[in-house]
């Protein structure tokens, strides 16, 4: 077999390695939604997960804010927003564990009312 040959099959080998190391990994998000389906605008929103934090400072009435991250450790959800009588809320979500995945939709309906639906893997 020739040098320039065995060069190439070289390289195809390695390239072909490569890729199947970069398929095997995965990483674990969890796709989030936060639907305001209240009357009116919802301010300062601010939603806490182990570890680390988002939000959005205004979310209109009707509407959504999509965000997506990766757990880092266990611990509870909670979010904390404004409504538009400048009444704070704090309400407590589920607990989460590193390595889930999936969505998870935090509805904030009329009143401040909020319903967590996480559809999440189970740790791995």
């Avoid at 890729?19 to 300062?44: K, R």
């Avoid at 601010?46 to 990766?70: C, I, M, T, W």
């Amino acid at each position: 077999m020739s040098q320039k040959r065995l060069s190439r099959c070289t390289r195809i080998a390695l390239l072909t390695s490569i890729g199947l190391i970069v398929m095997g990994c995965h990483s674990h998000f969890v796709d989030t939604t936060i639907d305001n389906q209240g009357p009116s605008a919802i301010h300062l929103v601010e939603v806490d997960y182990p570890s680390a934090s988002f939000g959005v400072g205004n979310l209109a009435a009707n509407s959504q804010f999509h965000y997506r991250f990766k757990i880092q450790g266990s611990g509870a959800l909670k979010i904390e927003f404004t409504d538009s009588h400048g009444q704070v809320h704090n309400v407590d979500g589920p607990e989460l564990n590193q390595g889930q995945e999936g969505r998870l939709i935090i509805a904030v309906g009329p009143e401040g009312k909020v319903s967590w639906q996480p559809k999440l893997s189970a740790p791995q």
